[in-house]
């Protein structure tokens, strides 16, 4: 599993662009927020990606960029599968009227289209990068509340939970053994899969002029910006470039965490036609 | 009318993560019609997948090869939708799970006459009349009524004499069931059973039991056939070979069943072994208390014994009874 | 001294469409130590309602189960006394939790039991050991094992608290014929080695009157006969008892089929009056279809719930094997 290529090259992106993130002081040849040069220069010597309408390094800008977006899908995902994982968890064991409420308020939640509801959110807030990572949660953790539940819902009447009752089990504890080492795995898989979401929605709302405020370097914002000027077809796609391969690259991590997190799966149709 | 069933050399093949493996290995055995074959084994014998394999219906990833000849035509030789003529009409087939035997989002009666159609070219009212005729024969009472129903509003047993009942509808010449009886009660099982061996007998149909219960084969065989690990190790006629086994492992399935003595149970050590994990030589030979140089090395060919026994162990140790 | 009582049980339940379900219908049965009790019955009977009851998983409509002379609670946590009172469900897949090794999942109860943690590996082993695996399984997860074996892991898991009572609901039901057998053989040893009583519920009739003291015979909620296994076994007096061995086909006796019993399955929505099972049965007589019999002594430590007793007509023991009777 981790010698298959899609494996490697996923985490190989990620990881090039965490250091990318964190070394982009360092290594970016220009500070991406100074317009003294040329404006709009197609790509170069001195400017790898070519230089923006206001005549900012389009390359530095790039790498730049990467310390908002990569932060900011994380610590969203993270933050929305907490808090679905909680709810979730508590609506599916409680049951009742508990589960009822807490189900009706997620459905409300998620009824409305993602990003118009991030966008009246930031609108209500005010645009700046905190603002749009709390909106996008706000609108991300629905979902993960509702997988929490399925899987409290499946385990709940599984004879297994029983046991530990039988073994004298509190509910506390009920939870905590053998709820969650069901939970957590598959809101991980879940997470890893919508972090590629997350960074298009986060970049969605920047591009909209909704997420965090120019001057700042983001790959939404600057595809937005690049969109005014097509010619200068170096301003949008190199931050787009940017954008789609992390995207891809948090997709195929999830795919491989989902693979290695489920001890079960992938075996089971070999074994049941060998013992038919 | 007479026919014959025959399965020669029958092999059926599956790919694994670590390779191909051998699930049946060269299997022959023949029904006339009127006739009762058991075939008995555990599971992991390969004797569900044999019936497959024969039918067309392995899942991807597997292949069979041999021959079954269906008086005189090869079924294994028929493209797919010849093969699929043949099956519900000449050949049909019960399988093991009462509650995925049947379509649950049609009506009884919607299934049938489908079938029926399919199989024999009749009008809708003909095709409805055959069905109560057949639900009638299979003990469902109101039968006009059941037609409308789905199968979700029946019990176990009662959708197990349905599924027999479209076995049955487009009058084939061999029945081949798979432990059909196994997920019901006991007085259920045996109502079933015997609907089943009253039909059997009235159209003359031959039947392959696939069964791991030595007592259903008991009761209804003429012939068995003893599988382990994808290959015959011994076969005969059910009086003899049930009350006086030869192989090993025919003794020790035996054995090893209960007779309300409250003694310990006979039991085999080891498990059967995995196709992927066949032992060299005879399958059974790191089970058997017999076993010699030769088990370990060769494996056994199927021999025929007087009395029309045929026996894969070079051994005999049982031979004396 | 009996260590379970179940004493006049009644479990209703609400099933589908408003109607009352009545699963167990007034079920006495004591057991004491080192005894098999098997209670075999057919679906409907009521038989896996009455284990959850026993247990303390459910609670009883009416009637009382007590546990060494305590009544057991089902709503609170269960106390370490009631953690002597243990039940092997009928799915090895579900029983074990798939995330956990087996060896952490067998050492759940004895936290519970005031074990000491230093002492939970020899536990763990021991307990292992008894039902015929290594302490080298523990590290393992769930699925590196067969069903035959997660379901010994599952009773391991129940004798790792040295229970004095367990219950096992179907335990054969997704087991080849040599893990039943290598099961079987465990459960008597065990009751042998270690003083240790079960309760198997099957319907898996020749297995469990193989290894049982006692078999009580249960047709809708209620227990139709009790008594010792081999009498049961030689001589059945209830007419359905005596349906019920009929109907299992026995390997070497070749030609011979099983005599099915007809009319309509078991309904616990819709009990008929007097005897339950009065429309199934060839015997019945018209006091069957207005009085309800209780058990009726039908020798010594037997009895059956029959008009018949009554009438002496219990040592008849007619088991055909040649015609259908379905009852008008």
Redesign the interface.
Known sequence: MLKQPLTIISIVIIAAWVILAIAAPWIAPDSPNYTGFAALQAPSAAHWFGTDDVGRDVLSRVLWGARATLPASVILVACASAIGTVIGVVAGYIGGWVDSTLMRITDLFFSFPAVIFAMAIVAALGPSLTNSVIAITAVSWPLFARIARSVVLNIRS???V?????????TREVIA??VM??VI?SVVVVGALYLGEAALLFSGLSFLGLGVRPPTAEWGAMISEGAAHFNAWWMALFPGLALMSIVVAFNLLGDVLRDLLD??SG?V??QT???? | MTAQFEVQDLSVELDGPAGTVCVVDSISYSVDSGKVLGMVGESGSGKTLSVLGVLGLLPGGARARGSARLNGRDLMALKPRERRQVLGKDISVVLQDPYTSLHPMLTIGRQMTDHVRQHLRVGKSEASDIAVRLLHEVRIPDAHTALGRYPHEFSGGMRQRIAIAMALACGPQLIITDEPTTALDPTVQADVLRTLRELQLAEGLGWIIISHDLGVVSALADEVVVLYSGRIVEAGTASELLTRPRHPYTRALLDSLPDAGHKELVTLRGVVPSPANRPPGCAFHPRCRFSTQECAEKVPVLRELADRRLLACPVDPLRKG | MAILELEDVHLDYAGSHGKTVAAVRGVSLSVESSQIIALVGESGCGKSSLARCAVGLVATTSGAVRFRGEPIGHKRRRTPDEVRLQLVFQNPYSSLNPRRRVGRQLADGLKHIAVPKGEWPGRVTAALEHVGLSAADARSYPHQFSGGQRQRIALARALATSPEVVVLDEPFASLDASAQARLANLLMRLRSELGTSFVVISHDLSLVMHIADIVAVMYMGRVAEIGPAEQIHDNPVHPYTKALIAAVPIAGQIGKLPVGLGGEVPDPTNVPPGCSFHPRCRFAFDKCRSDDPPLISAGESRQAACWLMELDHGKDSRTDHDTIEVAP
Request: proline share 12%; charged share 20%.
């Open positions: 599984a004879d297994y029983l046991v530990r009752r039988l073994l004298g089990g509190s053994m053998d080492p069901n795995p001890p079960t075996r149709v070999t036609a060998a013992t038919a």
